[in-house]
């Protein structure tokens, strides 16, 4: 901003951050609408058995059929939406349809269909008090087992833990539902809360898998966290594998199971069965 200028000025300075704040004022009304318009669709990555090669679960990923601006990905809207609250709705919507979706598969081909899917909560929802119930609506709406959920939570929610939130969490694993912290280690948390937090997975941030192979300080990181979790009786999930030495070192540290590229990308729910049958047969050869 050039000093001294009026208010209103930076318009004629900044012509890109004006269209950007119109756009984004925009884009927060169409979210809103998005829903009901049923705009929203949820693509599903394989969440793997490293040495096995196995497709165990699925994580819904959502999408946005934007009917100007074609599919957009998380990264286009998912702030916006915390920020705006829209991300309860979506995030209810989320739910119910992967929990759907799951029954169908496990229901039209039991062989290749995922035992679980992963639904991803942001902090916002969570902190509904009626959050719970939602859950359980939906399990009982859908028909599913409580198994066949998997729920991932952030490391913030869980750090400024209230009371209110360990509770809910005793209650949803109390159902059968399963809990995992996603994007671990990016949360700046100290690793002793671990020991009483409710949760059964932690899913190591992408940023450590990275460096995997040519980091002996990301190596060593990564290492900690595969064996601290054993010791407490949870299971990991690496996650953004995107190529066979990243998988071989993952695996040489007894670290279960992965998600990335090198297993498949996000695909449409259609396309679930097939990528189970093939992603075996790929990493198997
Ligand atoms: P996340 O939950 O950590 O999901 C993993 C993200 O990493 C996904 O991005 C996935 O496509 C991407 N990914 C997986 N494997 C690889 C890989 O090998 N290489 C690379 N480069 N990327 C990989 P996506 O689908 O863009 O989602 C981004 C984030 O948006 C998610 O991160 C999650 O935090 C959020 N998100 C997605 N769906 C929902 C939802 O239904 N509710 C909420 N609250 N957040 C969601
Ligand atoms: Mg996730
Ligand atoms: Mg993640
Ligand atoms: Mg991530």
């Not at 020991?195 to 941030?205: A, G, N, Q, T």
């Not at 992408?206 to 290492?223: E, Y």
């Amino acid at each position: 901003l050039a000093k001294g200028a009026g208010k209103g000025d930076w318009k004629r300075y900044r012509p890109d951050l004006q269209t950007a704040m119109i756009e984004r004022s925009a884009l927060r009304q169409a979210l809103h609408e998005a829903v009901e318009r049923e705009q929203f669709v949820l693509h599903y990555q394989p969440i793997v058995d490293l040495l096995a090669g196995a497709v165990v679960g699925v994580e819904a990923l959502v999408r946005w059929q934007h009917p100007e601006r074609g599919l957009l990905g998380p990264y286009h809207f998912i702030e916006l939406a915390e920020e705006s609250g829209a991300i309860v709705g979506i995030g209810g919507w989320a739910l119910r349809e992967a929990l759907h979706r799951c029954v169908r598969w496990q229901r039209d081909d039991p062989a290749a269909a995922p035992a679980y899917v992963s639904v991803n909560v942001s902090a916002r929802q969570f902190r509904r008090p009626d959050f719970v119930g939602q859950v359980r609506a939906a399990l009982d709406g859908t028909g599913a087992a409580p198994a066949a959920l998997l729920l991932e939570i952030t490391e913030s929610l869980v750090l400024h833990d209230t009371e209110q939130v360990l509770a809910d969490l005793r209650e949803l694993r109390g159902l059968g539902v399963r809990i995992a912290i996603d994007d671990f280690g990016t949360g700046y948390s100290s690793l002793s809360y671990l020991r009483h937090l409710p949760v059964d997975v932690l899913k190591i941030d992408k940023s450590f898998i990275d460096d995997v192979v040519h980091s002996d300080r990301q190596a060593a990181l990564v290492a900690a966290i595969v064996t601290l979790a054993r010791d407490l009786g949870l299971t990991v999930v690496a996650e953004g594998i995107e190529d066979a030495g990243q998988r071989a070192a993952l695996i040489g540290m007894g670290c279960p199971y992965g998600q990335g590229y090198l297993f498949s990308k996000p695909v449409p729910p259609e396309q679930v069965p097939a990528t189970i049958t093939a992603t075996v047969a790929a990493v198997d050869s």
